[in-house]
C-alpha cells in the first residue's frame, strides 16, 4: 500500500488564486511528520513546511498552509495567492518515527503534482 | 544557509561506464542521502549514510554503491551503468534524525546512459 498518496497529477490555477494540493497518508505509528517539498524546473527540491502529528495547530509559513486532519489522515497544501512563480512539481513527505540503522528514520515521498499558475 | 552541491546537472554516459556522482554540503549534516527521482514514482531512497564510511541501503541499492570518506561529500557510483539507471539523481543532507528535521536537497543531476 502507498504510504503517500497525491492523487492529483497536474493541476491549473488562476494567478492570485488560491489552491489546495491533496495529500493522504498511511501509516500506524501515532508520531511522525509531515513535509511539503516544491521542486522548480531547474530541479532543486524546496522545503516548503512541516506538520508534527502531535501539534495542535496547522503549520504555516507565509502563503503556505498545511491543513492537517489527523483522523482522515489528510495533510493538503494550500496556496493562496497563486504567483507565477508557484508553477513546480509539489511533493508531499512523511517522516515516521520508527528507528533503523544509525537511527534513521523513513522518509517517503507522494508521487507529485505538477502545479501550473496561468496568468 | 545550508548548500548542496552536485557536480553535474547533466551527464551522458554509455552503458557498461563507471560513472561517479559527487555530492558535497557546507553545512556539517550528519546524514546524506541518494535519492532516484522518476516520473510517477516520485522519489526512491537509494543509499544513505549517517557518520563518515557509515552506509545503509535504501529501497533501491541493486546497481549501485556509495562512498563517505568525508563528512561533507557523499559519493554515487555506478559500477556499470546500464539503460535503465537513466534517471535523475538527488543528493540531499540533514542535520541529524528527527522527526521535525527536514532535507536541504541539491539541485540534481540527469543521467541519460545511451
Known amino acids: 500500500a502507498q504510504k503517500i498518496t497525491q492523487t492529483q497529477p497536474g493541476m491549473f490555477v488562476q494567478e492570485k488564486e488560491a489552491v489546495t494540493l491533496d495529500c493522504t497518508y498511511d501509516t500506524s505509528d501515532p508520531s511522525y511528520g509531515l513535509f511539503w517539498y516544491k521542486q522548480p524546473s531547474s530541479g532543486e527540491m524546496i522545503f516548503l513546511i512541516y506538520q508534527g502529528s502531535y501539534d495542535q495547530q496547522n503549520a504555516t509559513e507565509g502563503r503556505y498552509s498545511l491543513n492537517f486532519q489527523k483522523a482522515r489522515k489528510s495533510a493538503n497544501l494550500v496556496i493562496s495567492a497563486s504567483q507565477l512563480g508557484d508553477s513546480a512539481m509539489y511533493f508531499c513527505?512523511?517522516?515516521?518515527?520508527?528507528?533503523?540503522?544509525?537511527?534513521?528514520?523513513?522518509?517517503?515521498f507522494g508521487t507529485g503534482t505538477k502545479l501550473q499558475v496561468i496568468p | 544557509d545550508v548548500k548542496v552541491t552536485q557536480s553535474s546537472r547533466y551527464l551522458v554516459k554509455r552503458t557498461g561506464e563507471k560513472v561517479f556522482l559527487e555530492c558535497v554540503q557546507d553545512?556539517?549534516?550528519?546524514?546524506m542521502f541518494w535519492y532516484r527521482q522518476d516520473p510517477g514514482l516520485g522519489l526512491r531512497l537509494i543509499y544513505f549514510?549517517?557518520?563518515?564510511?557509515?552506509?545503509e541501503k535504501g529501497d533501491i541499492p541493486e546497481g549501485y554503491s556509495v562512498s563517505r570518506e568525508k563528512k561533507e561529500r557523499f559519493s554515487l557510483i555506478l559500477e556499470s551503468a546500464s539503460t535503465n539507471q537513466t534517471s535523475m539523481y538527488l543528493c540531499?543532507?540533514?542535520?541529524?534524525?528527527?522527526?521535525?528535521?527536514?532535507?536541504?536537497f541539491g539541485s540534481g543531476t540527469r543521467l541519460t546512459v545511451v
Open positions: 549514510s549517517y557518520d563518515v564510511k557509515m552506509k
Open positions: 540531499a543532507s540533514s542535520l541529524k534524525f528527527g522527526l521535525n528535521y527536514g532535507y536541504t
Open positions: 553545512m556539517d549534516h550528519e546524514n
Open positions: 513527505a512523511m517522516r515516521e518515527a520508527k528507528r533503523g540503522s544509525g537511527g534513521y528514520q523513513k522518509v517517503t
